[in-house]
């Protein structure tokens, strides 16, 4: 086993060099425009818009306020079908607009909302699905707005892992009513804190851009209770700098699942899980479920790096339909919810990261494939 100097964690920002930085720094300090759709902010706009291939993108200061605006944008109300196998934020974005999260199982294979089950928690008041890419495991886009369009419904993707993700050669970013994004530290795509909805056209960006400036339309007119969900300058200048580099971090994404994924083929009880055929995958994560019959538990394999100061990541366990504030929901009953706290048990998601070199991951490796 080789020697290690340094911690691994599940995931690390990738930053260019500083220096590479300091221009556009410097070129914020001369203008002084810090915020409030500065330069670079529009510039990372137009940038991101071309990058993905989609029409329109509104960026925020971060994801979760993103989502808690796309739901005033479209002005949702009352139920929402949602999958319980995500991060906290998804489900927090609807009570923080009084919408009643509807939990429905995944599809055990994508870790998925299950389009079969959706159509059984519709009621009247069901106004919209908030389903999530998870991993960037592309949801079945197709199969969703079937039943949104049977049912007057509005879809909205939490695509926070989905940055440039594709599927049958087009942007999955194109689907639903509106997608959004996180740009978080911890993410494929960083502007520190960041996030963006995507949306089809120039009608709806407008609105959006009314809500997170407070619903400002003008110096004067005030249009509705907006928040302030404003990227500033600084995180817009670290997209536009990140842009430059992402394919080759994607490319260095790619790799280190390839080394994971052929040293695990041996072994069926630790499974790689991956996105459906077609889909262009951003290698947003690297989750591996331990099966139940593998000798070393779950949670034991998670100690055992964490003592070898390796630090992955349950993601998502607990389950969000177990936290306190969502299981006295009729739909948060666990006999529901088969899929999603089966795999909530035993996924361990793998450090993956392009500052992360083959012989780290070896060491990853060493400890998930020693004889126990
Ligand atoms: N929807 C979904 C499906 C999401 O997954 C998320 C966020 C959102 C919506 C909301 O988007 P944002 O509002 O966050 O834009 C992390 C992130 O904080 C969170 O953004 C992310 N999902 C979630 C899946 O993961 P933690 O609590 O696991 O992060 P933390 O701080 O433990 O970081 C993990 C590892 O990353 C650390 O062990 C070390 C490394 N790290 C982290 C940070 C913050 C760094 O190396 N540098 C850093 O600056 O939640």
Not at 17 to 22: E, I, Q, Y
Not at 55 to 66: D, I, K, P
Not at 268 to 293: F, H, K, R
């Given at each position: 086993?080789?020697?290690?100097?340094?911690?691994?964690?599940?995931?690390?920002?990738?930053?260019?060099?500083?220096?590479?930085?300091?221009?556009?720094?410097?070129?914020?300090?001369?203008?002084?425009?810090?915020?409030?759709?500065?330069?670079?902010?529009?510039?990372?706009?137009?940038?991101?818009?071309?990058?993905?291939?989609?029409?329109?993108?509104?960026?925020?200061?971060?994801?979760?306020?993103?989502?808690?605006?796309?739901?005033?944008?479209?002005?949702?109300?009352?139920?929402?079908?949602?999958?319980?196998?995500?991060?906290?934020?998804?489900?927090?974005?609807?009570?923080?607009?009084?919408?009643?999260?509807?939990?429905?199982?995944?599809?055990?294979?994508?870790?998925?909302?299950?389009?079969?089950?959706?159509?059984?928690?519709?009621?009247?008041?069901?106004?919209?699905?908030?389903?999530?890419?998870?991993?960037?495991?592309?949801?079945?886009?197709?199969?969703?707005?079937?039943?949104?369009?049977?049912?007057?419904?509005?879809?909205?993707?939490?695509?926070?892992?989905?940055?440039?993700?594709?599927?049958?050669?087009e942007s999955i970013l194109r689907h639903g009513d509106l997608s959004v994004l996180?740009?978080?530290?911890?993410?494929?795509?960083?502007?520190?804190?960041?996030?963006?909805?995507?949306?089809?056209?120039?009608?709806?960006?407008?609105?959006?851009?009314?809500?997170?400036?407070?619903?400002?339309?003008?110096?004067?007119?005030?249009?509705?209770?907006?928040?302030?969900?404003?990227?500033?300058?600084?995180?817009?200048?670290?997209?536009?700098?990140?842009?430059?580099?992402?394919?080759?971090?994607?490319?260095?994404?790619?790799?280190?699942?390839?080394?994971?994924?052929?040293?695990?083929?041996?072994?069926?009880?630790?499974?790689?899980?991956?996105?459906?055929?077609?889909?262009?995958?951003?290698?947003?994560?690297?989750?591996?479920?331990?099966?139940?019959?593998?000798?070393?538990?779950?949670?034991?394999?998670?100690?055992?790096?964490?003592?070898?100061?390796?630090?992955?990541?349950?993601?998502?366990?607990?389950?969000?339909?177990?936290?306190?504030?969502?299981?006295?929901?009729?739909?948060?009953?666990?006999?529901?919810?088969?899929?999603?706290?089966?795999?909530?048990?035993?996924?361990?998601?793998?450090?993956?990261?392009?500052?992360?070199?083959?012989?780290?991951?070896?060491?990853?490796?060493?400890?998930?494939?020693?004889?126990?």
């Amino acid at each position: 086993m080789s020697k290690r100097h340094r911690p691994i964690y599940v995931t690390e920002p990738h930053l260019p060099p500083l220096a590479d930085f300091m221009p556009y720094l410097e070129a914020i300090w001369q203008s002084k425009r810090l915020t409030n759709s500065g330069p670079f902010h529009e510039q990372l706009e137009s940038a991101l818009a071309d990058y993905l291939g989609v029409e329109h993108l509104s960026l925020f200061a971060n994801g979760t306020l993103a989502l808690v605006t796309a739901m005033q944008a479209l002005r949702i109300t009352g139920e929402v079908i949602t999958t319980p196998y995500t991060f906290a934020a998804t489900t927090h974005s609807l009570l923080w607009n009084n919408l009643k999260p509807v939990f429905v199982d995944v599809d055990p294979k994508t870790c998925n909302l299950d389009p079969d089950r959706i159509e059984e928690a519709i009621t009247p008041a069901t106004t919209a699905i908030l389903p999530v890419h998870c991993y960037g495991f592309p949801c079945d886009v197709e199969r969703i707005e079937a039943i949104a369009d049977t049912y007057g419904l509005k879809v909205i993707y939490d695509a926070a892992h989905a940055f440039g993700v594709r599927h049958d050669g087009e942007s999955i970013l194109r689907h639903g009513d509106l997608s959004v994004l996180s740009f978080h530290a911890t993410k494929v795509f960083n502007t520190f804190e960041g996030g963006a909805i995507v949306c089809p056209n120039d009608k709806i960006k407008r609105r959006i851009d009314h809500l997170k400036n407070f619903g400002f339309a003008d110096e004067v007119t005030v249009v509705a209770p907006g928040i302030n969900g404003k990227m500033n300058e600084v995180c817009a200048a670290m997209g536009l700098l990140q842009l430059e580099h992402i394919d080759a971090a994607l490319a260095t994404r790619s790799r280190i699942y390839r080394q994971y994924a052929e040293a695990l083929a041996a072994v069926p009880t630790l499974q790689l899980i991956g996105p459906p055929e077609g889909t262009q995958w951003n290698v947003a994560y690297c989750p591996m479920l331990v099966s139940d019959t593998h000798p070393v538990s779950r949670d034991a394999l998670y100690d055992r790096l964490k003592a070898a100061d390796i630090h992955v990541r349950r993601y998502f366990y607990p389950l969000i339909s177990s936290f306190p504030m969502y299981r006295g929901l009729p739909s948060a009953v666990p006999s529901r919810l088969g899929n999603a706290h089966r795999i909530a048990r035993q996924v361990i998601c793998l450090p993956i990261h392009p500052g992360l070199g083959a012989d780290e991951v070896g060491s990853v490796l060493d400890i998930l494939l020693a004889a126990d």
